[in-house]
Nanobody, 119 residues
Framework: QVLLVESGGGLVQAGGSLRLSCAAS????????IGWFRQAPGKERESVTS????????YYADSVKGRFTISRDNAKNTVYLQMDSLKPDDTAVYYC????????????WGQGTQVTVSS
């Protein structure tokens, strides 16, 4: 089992920046990919970005390209989400999730961290 703990959320003004962290523990050797997702009130959860655990290949949703950057520190078993030029539409609960190479779906989830961007 992989345990994930997010941190770094908060309140920021539009145009500002935040960095989220996702610390992994447990069976980290089974991790294939880590993703960040977000869910705003009344909306479905959406994929924001993801990164492979070993090779560093990344994916970004169009809505965050050029503003968000995902990175990893394998020595610390931590994935970071640097969010710049934040917009009120980025307001949501952000979750990190992990999937193994044997699964299609992300099956380990953190508890989420709130990001609020004021206009």
């Amino acid at each position: 089992q992989v345990l994930l703990v997010e941190s770094g959320g908060g309140l920021v003004q539009a145009g500002g920046s935040l960095r989220l962290s996702c610390a992994a523990s447990g069976r980290t050797a089974s991790i294939y990919r880590i993703g960040w997702f977000r869910q705003a009130p009344g909306k479905e959860r959406e994929s924001v970005t993801s990164i492979s655990w070993s090779g560093g290949s990344t994916y970004y949703a169009d809505s965050v390209k050029g503003r968000f950057t995902i990175s990893r520190d394998n020595a610390k078993n931590t994935v970071y989400l640097q969010m710049d030029s934040l917009k009120p539409d980025d307001t949501a609960v952000y979750y990190c999730a992990a999937r193994s190479i044997t699964t299609i779906n992300y099956d380990s989830w953190g508890q989420g961290t709130q990001v609020t961007v004021s206009s």
